[in-house]
């Protein structure tokens, strides 16, 4: 199994339509069968990209919202969530693989860092501004995983010049690429291979990020 079944769609969408616990208990036995699928590509997948890049674990996100702090009470989500982390602490940052009708994608990046890893980046950032440039506008890297996304500051952060000529990069608090999928795509069986494809074209922004995290402003190792 290289794509996601369709029955994963029908199901997801039929959950928005009724999520609510009476609903859900009476398809359980259909969403675990689904679940089972859904980590067997999850299995294969991790398994592909370990012959690349150097994994830790991968997790399939619970099925149950936590909804004690949300406005939004539905006891469900509507999506498969899937976290691919890399090994830690020499290798940094993450893969997100969702699953759901009409808002199928692939993240790769750096969703929350700790202040102070975000100010180690743009500390690098402020002197190899650069380099960074030049790793992500390589055509082959664009025309996978287009621009670089997040939030970021509506002005420099403390201790750096607004003026700064890296000032763009600098004030971002998440460094983020994604890919949509259509639906249709996540379906076919060379799905496992287009996910793993361009997590080898994002090699060169996880492994500048992971030099940088893992060393000080000298370029000394730190682990």
């Known amino acids: 199994m290289n794509g996601i079944n369709h029955k994963v769609f029908d199901f997801l969408s039929s959950?928005?339509?009724?999520?609510?616990?009476?609903?859900?208990?009476?398809h359980k036995p259909h969403f675990k069968a689904l679940e089972v699928e859904v980590k067997e590509f999850c299995a294969q997948l991790f398994d592909q990209i370990s012959l690349h890049d150097s994994l830790e674990r991968w997790k399939l996100?619970?099925?149950?919202r936590d909804v004690r702090f949300s406005k939004n009470k539905t006891p469900y989500k509507t999506n498969f969530g899937i976290a691919f982390h890399r090994s830690q602490p020499k290798f940094r940052g993450s893969y997100y693989l969702q699953i759901s009708p009409g808002n199928c994608f692939l993240a790769c990046g750096f969703w929350g860092p700790?202040?102070?890893?975000?100010?180690?980046?743009?500390?690098?950032?402020?002197?190899?501004?650069?380099?960074?440039?030049?790793?992500?506008?390589?055509?082959?890297?664009?025309?996978?995983?287009?621009?670089?996304?997040?939030?970021?500051?509506?002005s420099a952060p403390r201790a750096f010049d607004k003026n700064h000529p890296?000032?763009?990069?600098?004030?971002?608090?998440?460094?983020?690429?994604?890919?949509?999928?259509?639906?249709?795509e996540v379906e076919k069986d060379d799905f496992s291979g287009l996910v793993n494809s361009a997590l080898q074209v994002v090699?060169?922004?996880?492994?500048?990020?992971?030099d940088v995290l893992t060393t000080d402003l000298n370029g000394e190792p730190l682990v």
């Open 61 to 64: 996100m619970r099925i149950y």
């Open 166 to 184: 890296e000032i763009d990069l600098i004030r971002k608090k998440q460094f983020l690429f994604m890919i949509h999928f259509e639906d249709h």
């Open 15 to 26: 959950l928005k339509e009724n999520n609510n616990r009476t609903w859900f208990e009476q």
């Open 114 to 154: 700790e202040p102070k890893d975000l100010l180690r980046i743009r500390q690098e950032l402020a002197v190899s501004g650069d380099e960074f440039r030049d790793i992500i506008s390589q055509p082959s890297f664009k025309n996978t995983w287009g621009e670089l996304v997040g939030d970021e500051l509506k």
């Open 203 to 210: 090699r060169p922004f996880v492994d500048f990020m992971s």
